[in-house]
């Protein structure tokens, strides 16, 4: 059973939107320095050296760890995703030096296929004789959807066909491996991604077989016998202290309708609901959409830092408590926050809700902008919200899933500002772009004016071609306070015409139509739950989509030492001359004293507080310039 297309709300192509503004210099900047970046770097950890089979087996780079896996188990999915943002760069502009790339590396790829389909380099190259020996740890899935997402991309891109015929043959071969049917096994991917990846190819081909295989993979997830006990049991497996060994920590302790926490690896869960989300709009199984939507509330009300950042452990890389939000320690993987706005756009599948799109902006201009440095040359693993200033970017990663993880989706950034259904477009983000749809039997372009995150004015010029009527919507962020609209200069009623969060007018619309809204950015000051104990007593900083920090090069003081009284009147600026322009805010602050301290540790009477300026910096900005402190959360001034 399908959905009924009138209300899917599919993202438009890449070729359909054209970029500007603040996420052009993005876009700018993944052309310019992370695209040579990614394979310049790549080829120097040895990953092209291990799937090139005209050249000897290589060296191990990364040593095998005591439970028989490596990072380097899963550099093919690095080439996937490098191949995916390449195409999305060609998607924007044709740039016959990078088609050249890829052709290259799909090349090398063509020649590691094995003749039954089987696509692999460290199983074929570095320990053959051993696939599909353990799905839980070895990622073969993992990488085999990353590849497919980059041919889909690449064929949507170009029209080349050889990528995507090659990972054809190799889903055919998964497929006859996989399943409930006789001399099948009942396994699935012990790091989700190929569920997404097989949606993807599917809404390319409309081929059900591959709808099919993704649902098996989602539906078989969690069902007892546990497939990775079993497949445990026949390697011999006697004891694993990997966090692995916890079926939570790959999402696969219950069925996934059963599940109703968010739990284990974060960018395994996220790849898992946006899977989930995909079946869910394409087959009408309400069963996974119930169950998506309690993931989402415990999600959103426990376990999301400020950042759109999620998952504090290192240990296992996710999930610990309710609750639990260290600043300094904090994990937050740059892949997290990058896989939930993945399954944010897909929840707006099911029809424009702020529910979903506040989330994803809140993601992608702090969580996952932070990941990157201005330049797009260096990188975050980890994205604290306190740094004593050991805390740098680096150039490369022996486990490198971020860099081109951020590269593909910045760089395919425009399909996820709209969505378009039969007789309607949503505006999810607001970006200086032009959108060209087909609809209701007609063309509409969309144009969009705007210098957001800085500025709260957007301006929406609607361009219509033999379109009867259609509805457009545009999200009015949660946060806001006394948004206003106007069409053509007359002012529009909000209240009457919101739902779900979107300012909705269905209409006829007449070429040049303008709908202007006008969002105030001011500062809001930002209390925690009182459940999270590291920051009792703390407040944050927010204007508009746009999280801030302090940073030691705007505050020559310890940072910590720092108090804020929570009614304090912060004023931005903007200041071209630093972070390639960034709104600033500054107020008056306190400074907690050291005089007369001496080398007593502890006293009994109070320290002095001595007035001070602050400015704070959007976080994702922070460690752009020399190293030092950074804080998000700030010492409420409670002697005022």
Not at 186 to 192: A, C, D, K, Q, S
Not at 203 to 228: C, M, V, W
Not at 326 to 335: D, F
Not at 619 to 624: L, T
Request: glycine share 8%; proline share 6%.
């Amino acid at each position: 059973m399908s959905v009924s297309e009138s209300h899917t709300y599919r993202p438009p192509s890449l070729p359909q939107i054209s970029v500007g503004g603040f996420w052009r210099s993005r876009i700018a900047a993944v052309r310019e320095h992370t695209a040579p970046v990614l394979y310049e770097r790549a080829v120097a950890a040895g990953t092209l050296d291990q799937v090139d089979v005209d050249k000897p087996v290589p060296e191990l780079r990364i040593p095998i760890g005591p439970s028989g896996d490596t990072q380097q188990m899963f550099w093919d999915s690095d080439i996937g995703k490098i191949i995916e943002a390449y195409a999305y760069l060609v998607s924007d502009k044709r740039d016959p030096a990078i088609e050249e790339r890829v052709d290259y590396l799909v090349g090398l790829l063509k020649k590691l296929q094995q003749p039954d389909g089987y696509l692999n380099s460290w199983f074929t190259r570095m320990q053959p004789g051993k696939r599909w020996t353990n799905l839980r740890d070895c990622h073969e899935m993992y990488n085999a959807g990353h590849l497919l997402e980059g041919a889909v991309a690449y064929y949507q891109a170009t029209g080349k066909r050889e990528f995507l015929d090659i990972m054809e043959r190799y889903l055919d071969h998964i497929a006859d491996q996989f399943g409930t049917g006789e001399g099948q096994k009942r396994g699935y991917p012990g790091h989700e991604e190929l569920e997404l990846a097989l949606m993807s190819l599917y809404r390319l081909t409309g081929d059900q077989k591959r709808l099919d295989l993704a649902s098996y993979f989602i539906n078989e997830r969690g069902r007892l016998p546990h497939y990775f006990d079993q497949e445990a049991a026949d390697r011999g497996e006697k004891v694993n202290k990997r966090p692995s060994a916890n079926h939570e920590y790959s999402q696969s302790h219950k069925p996934v309708r059963e599940q109703d926490k968010v739990v284990g690896h974060a960018v395994r869960a996220m790849y898992l609901y946006s899977g989930m989300a995909d079946v869910a709009m394409e087959t009408g199984d309400d069963s996974l959409r119930q169950a998506l939507d309690k993931l989402w509330d415990d999600l959103t009300s426990k376990r999301l830092y400020l950042t759109g950042g999620m998952g504090p452990s290192k240990e296992n890389e996710g999930f610990t408590a309710d609750y639990d939000f260290p600043n300094e320690s904090a994990y937050a993987e740059t892949c997290a926050s990058i896989g939930l706005v993945f399954w944010a756009r897909r929840m707006l599948g099911f029809g424009p809700n702020t529910r979903y799109a506040d989330v994803m902006e809140q993601a992608l201009y702090n969580g996952v902008l932070s990941g990157m440095s201005l330049d797009g040359a260096k990188f975050f693993y980890e994205n604290p919200l306190e740094s004593r200033g050991d805390h740098r970017r680096w150039e490369w990663h022996q486990c490198p899933c971020c860099p081109p993880n951020l590269a593909r989706l910045t760089a395919s950034i425009g399909t996820y500002i709209y969505g378009q259904s039969e007789n309607g477009i949503a505006v999810h983000l607001f970006c200086d772009s032009t959108g060209h749809f087909d609809i209701a039997g007609g063309k509409v372009t969309l144009t969009q004016e705007t210098r957001y995150p800085w500025d709260g004015k957007v301006a929406i010029r609607v361009g219509v071609e033999n379109v009867d009527r259609f509805t457009l919507s545009a999200r009015i962020p949660g946060w806001s306070r006394n948004t206003t609209a106007t069409l053509n200069g007359d002012k529009v009623e909000l209240e009457m015409n919101v739902q779900d969060g979107y300012l909705t007018l269905d209409r006829q619309w007449k070429d040049g139509d303008i709908l202007v809204l006008t969002i105030p950015l001011d500062t809001r000051v930002i209390w925690p739950h009182p459940e999270i104990r590291q920051n009792a007593g703390r407040i944050a900083l927010a204007r508009g989509p746009l999280l801030y920090c302090l940073a030691s090069a705007d505050n020559p003081f310890p940072l910590n030492r720092i108090r804020v009284r929570p009614d304090t009147s912060f004023v931005p600026e903007f200041r071209q001359d630093i972070l390639d322009g960034v709104t600033v805010l500054k107020a008056p602050a306190r400074l907690v004293a050291t005089e007369g301290w001496g080398t007593t540790l502890y006293r009994e009477s109070a320290p002095l507080l001595v007035d001070t300026t602050i400015t704070a910096v959007p976080y994702f900005a922070w460690d752009n310039r020399e190293a030092g402190e950074m804080l998000v959360w700030m010492p409420v001034d409670s002697q005022g």
